[in-house]
């Protein structure tokens, strides 16, 4: 099973993880909504929702995170715990920094929910910061060297030790490289053993 993990300001009806979900028709793949901003919350909503979802699919022995920007964050965070792989597209890798930016009120893209985001909530972020990548845990990073949000060399660097990286010319930090990454993301997948 895949479970897609949303960027800032989405949802679980993401468009990323609608065009997956069409793509890859033979592979559940899954898209909780979870509070990505939210620092405790997040990774137990997350964890609660795969718990559900093994608990309804004892058949679906494999598990790959496919993480979006801060949907990247998370599934780094949450891939070892949980025994699974991971892809990674434009992982935001400094969140607890990059987000002060936006802090005061923000909008949901997805579900045009307005709400507030306080530096507190942007600090707790680095609680869940993971210092090196783990090389045990299967992991493709997919990257558009012309995201303008995060600087794609940051994660390049990251992970050159722990996982393969392809880096895309071009795109945005939307990720304009799916279509392309498929066959990538399909033969990962293929790759994983069962989680545990």
Request: glycine share 8%; net charge negative.
């Amino acid at each position: 099973m895949i479970v897609y993990l949303h960027g800032f300001n989405s949802a679980g009806t993401s468009a990323k993880a609608a065009w997956l979900r069409q793509h890859l028709p033979d592979i559940t793949v899954l898209s909780p909504s979870y509070p990505v901003h939210v620092a405790d919350e997040a990774p137990k909503v997350v964890r609660e929702y795969i718990a559900q979802a093994r608990a309804e699919r004892p058949e679906d022995k494999k598990l790959l995170l496919v993480g979006s920007s801060m949907g990247g964050f998370w599934a780094r965070y949450l891939a070892p715990e949980l025994g699974a792989g991971m892809v990674l597209i434009n992982p935001a890798m400094h969140p607890e920094r990059d987000l002060l930016n936006v802090v005061g009120v923000n909008k949901n893209f997805a579900t045009g929910e307005e709400y507030v985001l306080t530096e507190g909530q942007v600090r707790a972020l680095g609680r869940y910061q993971v210092p090196h990548c783990n090389p045990k845990v299967p992991t493709l990073v997919l990257l558009d060297e012309a995201d303008e949000l995060l600087d794609y060399r940051v994660a390049q660097a990251y992970y050159a030790e722990c996982g393969r990286v392809i880096v895309y010319p071009g795109g945005s930090h939307q990720f304009d490289h799916l279509p392309e990454a498929l066959p990538e993301i399909r033969a990962f997948y293929e790759s994983l053993p069962a989680a545990r």
